[in-house]
Every structure is written in structure tokens, then in C-alpha cells.
């Protein structure tokens, strides 16, 4: 009896596996000491921060090197009733956008060309960033002396061909745009380098892809190359425009401004307001050129900044 009842009692269920134990998440601090950006902030506060602020005080007084008066807002007033203050803004605009598009339209054309497997592609390259490492000053009275209307020899050499040159550098009509047409010469190159890296960043398999769907060099460009590189379109018009604004050693050294005030920009009216001695009044001025600088590139640099694709 005890042995059939004991043959028929059900086993006991297995125990459950004892619960592993609970490890808590280590937390990694990603922030660096404090002491990490003392020597970036040291640099940065001494060679914006306070010359930023000094400008800025000394933009309201009449100062020489030995001491300051203040004076109120009477050097802006002064600097708005310039009689070539409006010509020279529209000249500094037209010369910023010119030469920014440029660079944008020109730039992706010679990456797009010095990416393929090309003969001498490393070669092309540097010759494309070359002028970027010659100074605005030389390429300036380089081209005072090639542009020369009557021995320039650029007009020499259209001259053989039948060609009637122009007055590059002395027409008023064209001054400007020929200073616009050397500066993207010279800065063609960075435009050049920074689309060449934005190209290179885009994964291969998305090329293979798109041929493996029958699309054309032209199909890839436009829904490839263009939209995944617009990181690279954004630096290079943020920092074209800022040059662009800016400019003045290049102007300076090929028309002063000239002829006339045909390619006065806001920065060769300020330099010419200092050269007169007027030092809180071409201060004043550089304050004034700092906030149309900022006001055009902060807004347009955060738009673009919303507008990139993420790989």
C-alpha cells in the first residue's frame, strides 16, 4: 500500500532560477573641469572679448593715442551723414553676394570634377588651392599690373586674337566686379577643399545604389552629391559672406576704392576715415560694420543650420 502511493505522488515542481542580480547603470560624466577651458577662454577673452568692448567705448568718444573725450553718439551721426556711406553699403553687398554665389557655384563644380579617378588629381588640387596661400596684398597688385589697360598682359593677349580688352580696373562700370572676379580666384580653393570633404563623408553605398538603379551621372548629382553635401554649402557661404563683407585688402590694393568711389566698400570708408586721422570716427564705423556683419550672417547661419540632412 505505502509503496503503490508512494510510486503514484506527483514530484515536486522545479524551484525557480534565483533572480540575477541588479546591476545599476554607470554613469559617465562627460563633462570636462573646469580648469580645461581656462587657457581657449583666456585666448578668446583677450583677443575678442576685450577689444569687442574697448570698441565699442571708444566708438563713443574722439581719441588719439594719448587720451579719450567722450562725445555721445556724434561719431555715428557723423558716419551716417557720409555722403558715399549708401553707395558703399549697396558696393559691399553686391561684393559679398558675388562672390559668395560664385564660390558656391564654382566650388561644387571643381569638387565634383577633383573627386572622380582623374589623371593627376592630386596635382589639380593643389594647383586649385594655391592662391588661397598667397597674400590678398600680392594677388592684388599682381592682377593692378596684369588688368593694366594699356600694357596689362591681359589685354594683350586678347588684343592678338582681335579682342578690344576692357578697362578693367578703371572702368567704373566693372571695377567692382573685376576686384569680385579676382577675389573668387583666390578663395576658389578653400570653396574647392571644404565641397572635396563634404563629398568624400557621403557613404559609397548610396552611389552604388543609385546605379544599381539605372540613374544617371546628372540623377546622382541632383539626389546624391547636392543634398548630402549642403553641410558643406552652408560653411562655405557662411564663410564667404563674412570675407565677402569684410573685405578690403584686396580693394585696397587694386582700385582704393576707385575710380572715384565706384568700389568703395564700408571697410575702405572706414580705413580712409583713420587714415585722416578721424580715429573715433573710423572706430565708430568698424562697430557699425561689426553689427551688419552679425545681423546678416547670425539669422542666415541658424537657418542653414536647421535646413541640414543628417547621414
Same mark, same amino acid.
Given at each position: 500500500?505505502?509503496?503503490?502511493?508512494?510510486?503514484?505522488? @506527483?514530484?515536486?515542481?522545479?524551484? @525557480?532560477?534565483?533572480?540575477?542580480?541588479?546591476?545599476?547603470?554607470?554613469?559617465?560624466?562627460?563633462?570636462?573641469?573646469?580648469?580645461?577651458?581656462?587657457?581657449?577662454?583666456?585666448?578668446?577673452?583677450?583677443?575678442?572679448?576685450? @577689444?569687442?568692448?574697448?570698441?565699442?567705448?571708444?566708438?563713443?568718444?574722439?581719441?588719439? $593715442?594719448?587720451?579719450?573725450?567722450?562725445?555721445?553718439?556724434?561719431?555715428?551721426?557723423?558716419?551716417?551723414?557720409?555722403?558715399?556711406?549708401?553707395?558703399?553699403?549697396?558696393?559691399?553687398?553686391?561684393?559679398?553676394?558675388?562672390?559668395?554665389? +560664385?564660390?558656391?557655384?564654382?566650388?561644387?563644380?571643381?569638387?565634383?570634377?577633383?573627386?572622380?579617378?582623374?589623371?593627376?588629381?592630386?596635382?589639380?588640387?593643389?594647383?586649385?588651392?594655391?592662391?588661397?596661400?598667397?597674400?590678398?596684398?600680392?594677388?592684388?597688385?599682381?592682377?593692378?599690373?596684369?588688368?593694366?589697360?594699356?600694357?596689362?598682359?591681359?589685354?594683350?593677349?586678347?588684343?592678338?586674337?582681335?579682342?578690344?580688352?576692357?578697362?578693367?580696373?578703371?572702368?567704373?562700370?566693372?571695377?567692382?566686379?573685376?576686384?569680385?572676379?579676382?577675389?573668387?580666384?583666390?578663395? !576658389?580653393?578653400?570653396?574647392? $577643399?571644404?565641397?572635396?570633404?563634404?563629398?568624400?563623408?557621403?557613404?559609397?553605398?548610396?552611389?552604388?545604389?543609385?546605379?544599381?538603379?539605372?540613374? +544617371?551621372?546628372?540623377?546622382?548629382?541632383?539626389?546624391?552629391?547636392?543634398?548630402?553635401?549642403?553641410?558643406?554649402?552652408?560653411?562655405?557661404?557662411?564663410?564667404?559672406?563674412?570675407?565677402?563683407?569684410?573685405?578690403?585688402?584686396? !580693394?585696397?590694393?587694386?582700385?582704393?576704392?576707385?575710380?572715384?568711389?565706384?568700389?568703395?566698400?564700408?571697410?575702405?570708408?572706414?580705413?580712409?576715415?583713420?587714415?585722416?586721422?578721424?580715429?573715433?570716427?573710423?572706430?565708430?564705423?568698424?562697430?557699425?560694420?561689426?553689427?551688419?556683419?552679425?545681423?546678416?550672417?547670425? @539669422?542666415?547661419?541658424?537657418?542653414?543650420?536647421?535646413?541640414?540632412?543628417?547621414?
Amino acid at each position: 500500500m505505502s509503496a503503490s502511493t508512494a510510486s503514484t505522488t @506527483p514530484a515536486a515542481p522545479p524551484s @525557480p532560477p534565483a533572480p540575477k542580480p541588479r546591476i545599476s547603470p554607470v554613469h559617465i560624466d562627460k563633462t570636462y573641469p573646469m580648469w580645461f577651458y581656462v587657457p581657449g577662454g583666456l585666448v578668446f577673452l583677450i583677443l575678442f572679448i576685450v @577689444p569687442t568692448v574697448l570698441s565699442f567705448y571708444y566708438a563713443f568718444t574722439r581719441w588719439t $593715442l594719448f587720451d579719450a573725450t567722450f562725445v555721445g553718439f556724434d561719431n555715428f551721426v557723423t558716419f551716417f551723414s557720409e555722403p558715399g556711406l549708401i553707395g558703399s553699403l549697396v558696393n559691399t553687398l553686391i561684393y559679398a553676394f558675388v562672390t559668395s554665389g +560664385s564660390k558656391v557655384v564654382l566650388g561644387m563644380a571643381l569638387a565634383v570634377v577633383l573627386v572622380q579617378h582623374i589623371w593627376a588629381r592630386g596635382y589639380l588640387r593643389s594647383l586649385t588651392f594655391f592662391p588661397v596661400l598667397v597674400s590678398a596684398v600680392g594677388v592684388g597688385l599682381t592682377f593692378q599690373v596684369l588688368l593694366n589697360p594699356t600694357d596689362g598682359l591681359v589685354n594683350a593677349a586678347l588684343g592678338a586674337v582681335g579682342i578690344d580688352g576692357p578697362r578693367w580696373l578703371v572702368d567704373p562700370d566693372i571695377a567692382l566686379l573685376t576686384v569680385a572676379a579676382i577675389d573668387v580666384w583666390k578663395g !576658389i580653393g578653400l570653396a574647392t $577643399l571644404i565641397y572635396i570633404a563634404g563629398l568624400v563623408a557621403i557613404p559609397q553605398e548610396y552611389y552604388e545604389a543609385a546605379k544599381v538603379d539605372g540613374a +544617371s551621372a546628372w540623377d546622382i548629382f541632383r539626389t546624391i552629391m547636392l543634398p548630402l553635401s549642403f553641410p558643406a554649402t552652408s560653411t562655405v557661404i557662411i564663410l564667404s559672406l563674412i570675407g565677402g563683407l569684410r573685405s578690403f585688402d584686396l !580693394i585696397w590694393t587694386t582700385t582704393q576704392g576707385g575710380p572715384g568711389f565706384a568700389s568703395d566698400v564700408i571697410a575702405s570708408v572706414i580705413y580712409k576715415q583713420y587714415q585722416a586721422g578721424f580715429y573715433g570716427l573710423s572706430t565708430a564705423g568698424n562697430v557699425v560694420l561689426f553689427i551688419v556683419v552679425t545681423a546678416i550672417i547670425y @539669422p542666415l547661419s541658424r537657418w542653414l543650420n536647421s535646413k541640414e540632412v543628417v547621414l
